[in-house]
């Protein structure tokens, strides 16, 4: 990326037009402590200083998760909620008829309950969801359908993981932030690149160039082919009469 500056006052600009096309009045979004998430309150906080709110959510997470997000919070004067949903996780989790034997089901419902909540104060407050989405994820389905994927905007989605990075160092997102290994933070010591077998960097070459080891290419492929649903809105069904 040649210029990270031009490319943050571009995507500000997207952001305004976006919220006011929808006749809305500014953006929420979930602050998890990452990277992705400190980019797009940055972003989000120079196109509306005084409408943006990150919402911290923790399901029995790190806790250096959320003070992670509440250094992110003060370096940008943001203002945040923090709304703890373990409780509703467990009863919810209780409610069920069976444990279930996927540990994927149960983990994918921590960023569907995000989504629901992040939905309740855009609607309550008349603000758009922002996603955190990058280009690198988006490629291989490393997200969770209706979960973090339910959003109304994605200003990263155009951005592989790198070039995530460049925007955080022109945002002075804090270092520690920056250098963090990703994780969505679905279970104890989880990270994306451990769960994936591979780096971001293999993946965003792959993504720029085409090139890459032949078995993380293979790998790659597989994981697009298989996400596709995730990209797509869902099918439809075409009547095949009209009487």
């Keep these: 990326m040649k210029d990270p500056n031009k ?25 998890s402590g990452g990277i992705d998430s ?4 940055g972003i989000s906080k120079l196109a509306f200083p005084n409408e943006s709110l990150g919402v911290i959510m923790p399901i029995n997470s790190n806790v250096q998760d959320e003070s992670d997000a509440l250094l992110v919070a003060k370096t940008l004067d943001l203002d945040t909620i923090n709304i703890d949903l373990s409780g509703i996780y467990q009863s919810f989790l ?13 983990a994918n419902l921590k ?11 855009a609607q309550e407050m008349n603000y758009l969801v922002c996603g955190s989405s990058n280009k690198s994820e988006l490629e291989i389905g490393y997200f969770t359908k209706y979960g973090d994927s ?42 994306d690149e451990k769960e994936l077998g591979f780096s971001y960097d293999v993946l965003d070459k792959y993504i720029k160039t085409g ?22 809105f869902p099918p439809i069904y075409k009547k095949i009469s009209e009487n």
């Design 7 to 31: 490319e943050i006052e571009s995507i500000v600009q997207w952001l305004k037009e976006k919220v006011s096309s929808a006749g809305a009045k500014g953006l929420v979004f979930g602050l």
């Design 38 to 41: 400190a980019v797009i309150a």
């Design 94 to 106: 209780k409610s069920l008829p069976f444990e279930g034997e996927n540990p994927m089901a149960k």
């Design 111 to 121: 960023p569907r309950l995000r989504m629901m909540t992040l939905y309740f104060f």
């Design 150 to 191: 339910g959003v109304d905007l994605l200003p990263l989605a155009d951005f592989v993981k790198s070039e995530v990075r460049q925007l955080a160092e022109e945002l002075k997102v804090p270092r520690d932030i920056i250098i963090k290994p990703p994780t969505a933070g679905l279970w104890e010591g989880q990270t």
């Design 211 to 232: 090139e890459g080891p032949e078995d993380v290419v293979e790998r790659i492929k597989e994981l697009h082919e298989k996400s596709k649903h995730k990209r797509e």
